[in-house]
């Protein structure tokens, strides 16, 4: 059964402190994996579309990158706005996408 | 490009009762995806249409159920409303299909059943 699971499911950091949430992943015919920012009450943003092992994306001070079983979305120096539950998504091979339950980020100023 | 709307934003309805949950996709996507997002079970998906067909069903009752129209709008209803159903209700939008292409959601209809 396709499933994704998401770690820590919260975490708080001290401004500036970088760190990384996992991502890991098991999934028939992997079409894609999505990172979404989700703020409390809104629907998620989206971040990132990655397709491949050995893929990165940039965004000012987020970067994720892809393995064959996991994803890491990786935080540096954050900054208190960045406070947001950060959720992960697979697209299989049949086109449905499996959501994690989420990290809860929390960065204290 | 304007983003996936959805409306009402907010909503107040009793048990028993039936609702209705409007959204309109990003200009060009064909396909709409409904997901329940609840504290405790997080995002649960419900319902993806393309084409005006559905193409994917989660696990939810019967009592869920939705539509597309010609122009990609897209609506769900839930009938005889219970206390659980109380959440958020999202809906997504892509080009070609939840899991092929990245999804952009809407803000969300909040649902509280009294």
């Known amino acids: 059964e396709d499933q994704v699971t998401q770690s820590p499911e919260a975490l708080r950091l001290q401004e500036g402190e970088s760190s990384s949430l996992n991502c890991s992943y098991t999934v028939s015919g992997l079409r894609g994996l999505f990172w979404y920012r989700q703020d409390p009450g809104k629907g998620p943003e989206f971040l990132f579309t990655?397709?491949?092992a050995g893929e990165e994306k940039e965004k000012e001070r987020l970067k994720a990158t892809l393995t064959k079983k996991e994803s890491f979305l990786h935080i540096t120096a954050p900054k208190p706005e960045d406070s947001a539950t950060y959720l992960c998504a697979v697209g299989n091979r049949d086109d449905k996408i499996i959501f994690g339950k989420g990290t809860r980020l929390h960065i204290l100023p | 490009k304007a983003g996936v709307t959805q409306t009402p934003r907010y909503l107040i309805k009793t048990r028993g009762q039936q609702v209705t949950l409007s959204c309109s996709p990003i200009s060009g996507h064909r396909s709409v995806s409904w997901y329940q997002q609840t504290p405790g079970q997080g995002l649960q998906f419900l319902f993806e249409?393309?084409?005006?067909?559905?193409?994917n069903k989660g696990n939810f009752p019967g009592r869920f159920s939705g539509r597309q129209f010609s122009n990609s709008r897209s609506e769900m209803n839930v009938s005889t409303l219970e206390l659980g159903d109380s959440a958020l209700y999202l809906c997504?939008?892509?080009?070609?299909?939840?899991?092929?292409?990245?999804?952009?959601f809407g803000p969300g209809t909040r649902l509280t059943v009294l």
């Open positions: 249409y393309f084409s005006e067909t559905q193409r």
């Open positions: 990655l397709y491949s």
């Open positions: 997504a939008s892509s080009l070609r299909g939840q899991g092929k292409d990245t999804q952009y």
